[in-house]
């Protein structure tokens, strides 16, 4: 069965300091990846997705993630934390042909002025 | 375009009482996605639809929940009798992408949520 694991519950980061939230997953196939925000009392936003190609993504709000299959993993990074950008970050794999999305159990992040 | 609404915001229950949830998707958007998201994990999936035709419910406590989309537009979820372990935020999702049909971008768009609490 698919899984999705986020090793990190909770992380503090520096304003303008660098940032990588990990994201492992576990699937027989070819996956299909994403990356959530969701701020308090919201809903989920997308930053970014892989589906296929080159395996660095761009996303929203000058995230990006890296597509590395040898570690079956999909880390998102920013080169500069911003204090807005304190939310919690959820990894999405998508499978059964894009019929289900199994998310893991997110990643809390604070920013330190 | 407007996003997924919800409705209500929150709301607070007792145990053993009924209760019932909103969702009007993204117009034009067939795919529609109840999920559950207890406190400290990802959303879990409930139930999707497909216009109005059930999708995958497989994760749906079907004693105690019903989920409908009658005319495949707005849905909704009820939980009778309530239970505390089902105090969470229901969030309503919605994709345009039909399920087979290449990936096409496969985004679900999702709604501010409805945050129950069961005492």
């Known amino acids: 069965a698919q899984s999705v694991t986020q090793p990190d519950i909770h992380i503090t980061v520096s304003e303008g300091a660098s940032l990588e939230l990990r994201c492992n997953y576990s699937?027989?196939?070819?996956?299909?990846l994403f990356w959530y925000v969701q701020s308090p009392g919201q809903g989920l936003q997308l930053l970014l997705k892989y589906f296929s190609g080159d395996t660095l993504v761009q996303g929203i709000k000058g995230f990006e993630a890296e597509f590395k299959r040898s570690q079956s993993s999909f880390n998102l990074r920013k080169p500069s934390v911003h204090w807005s950008d304190a939310a919690e970050y959820f990894c999405g794999l998508l499978t059964g042909g894009g019929n289900k999305l199994t998310f893991g159990t997110g990643t809390q992040l604070k920013v330190e002025l | 375009e407007a996003g997924v609404a919800q409705s209500p915001r929150y709301k607070i229950i007792e145990k053993r009482q009924s209760v019932a949830f909103w969702c009007n998707p993204i117009?034009?958007?067939?795919?529609l996605y109840w999920y559950q998201q207890i406190l400290g994990q990802g959303p879990k999936l409930l139930i999707q639809f497909q216009n109005n035709g059930v999708v995958d419910d497989s994760q749906l406590p079907k004693d105690r929940f019903s989920a409908e989309r009658l005319k495949g537009v707005d849905s909704t979820l009820k939980i009778q009798p309530a239970k505390l372990e089902d105090s969470a935020v229901y969030l309503c999702?919605?994709?345009?992408?039909?399920?087979?049909?290449?990936?096409?971008?496969?985004?679900?768009?999702f709604g501010p949520g409805t945050r129950l609490t069961v005492l």
């Open positions: 117009s034009g958007h067939a795919t």
């Open positions: 999702a919605s994709s345009s992408t039909k399920s087979g049909v290449g990936l096409g971008t496969y985004e679900q768009f």
């Open positions: 699937y027989g196939a070819t996956p299909y």
